[in-house]
């Protein structure tokens, strides 16, 4: 019998724990559950939110065990047109469509809009998907940028200074360089270290300058490397020791502030 501890004897929603053990989205496991195809302790249970210790407590599924599964870290390299979504309303194609079915439900950590492309996390793991995506952690994000001008050093000092968008936030890129240059636009590498939405597309918006291609390229130490544009593959150990350390680094230093 294993001895219960703190954690093991924690309740949470029902719901929760279905998607923490790699069933599915917390969302459909919420239409399961209202449906009346699950017990819990083997009792029918309609309410999503109903306590459940998360180590302990049996579910079924259409009379089907449902255990924790294994931990899942993979990355993809998000095309740009789709989603970052289980199901679209409009009928888009969706980042799962990409990866293709999965026996097991893993969300993203984090997300790319839809012109977006690049390094997309997804686990099942959702204490690490929420450290990688936290403000204190202040892990970059690097992207490559394409931009309809021919951005120069000062251009790319001016991201660092602060640009003041229209609704008057001051946004900041940690870092940035130009790339390379073409005759009527070029690239820039731009690192973010704050997880504000379209941080980039609105600097951009702001000085009116066109984002043609915007590629997330690496997330702290983690690179997207050659992987095809629309494959996924889990994470290595050592890709996932590496973003580990690169975490605990950044969070210990927040912490002392």
């Known amino acids: 019998m294993k001895p219960v501890t703190e954690k093991s004897n924690r309740r949470i929603g029902l719901a929760r724990v ?3 053990r790699g069933y599915c989205s917390r969302y459909a496991a919420s239409e399961l559950i209202r449906a009346g195809r699950v017990t819990l302790n083997g009792n029918l249970c309609r309410d999503p939110e109903a306590p459940v210790r998360e180590s302990q407590d049996g579910i079924e599924v259409d ?4 255990e924790a599964r294994g931990k ?19 009928g888009r194609k969706t980042v799962y469509t990409t990866m293709g079915e999965s026996s097991s439900w893993i969300a993203p950590v984090g997300r790319l809009d839809k012109a977006s492309e690049g390094l997309l996390l997804f686990t099942n793991d959702s204490e690490w998907s929420a450290l990688v995506t936290a403000p204190e952690s202040h892990l970059d994000k690097t ?3 394409q931009l309809a001008v021919l951005a120069d050093q000062k251009f790319t000092r001016s991201l660092m200074n602060g640009v003041k ?4 936030e001051v946004l900041r890129a940690k870092q940035a360089r130009p790339l390379r240059s073409g005759q009527k636009n070029s690239w820039v590498e731009i690192i973010l ?15 009116d300058v066109d984002v043609l291609r915007l590629v997330r390229v690496a997330i702290g130490p983690l690179q997207l490397g050659d992987l095809a544009k629309g494959k996924s593959r889990d994470l290595s150990a050592e890709e996932k020791t590496i973003l580990d350390r690169a975490l605990g680094r950044k969070l210990e230093a927040w912490s002392v502030h």
């Open 18 to 20: 279905l998607s923490k």
């Open 63 to 66: 009379s089907a065990l449902v």
């Open 72 to 90: 899942i870290y993979r990355m993809l390299n998000k095309p740009r047109g789709v989603v970052t979504t289980a199901s679209d309303d409009k």
């Open 143 to 145: 992207y490559h940028v």
């Open 165 to 168: 968008t229209k609704d008057g």
């Open 193 to 207: 270290d704050e997880g504000k939405n379209r941080h980039i597309r609105r600097m951009m918006e702001a000085l």
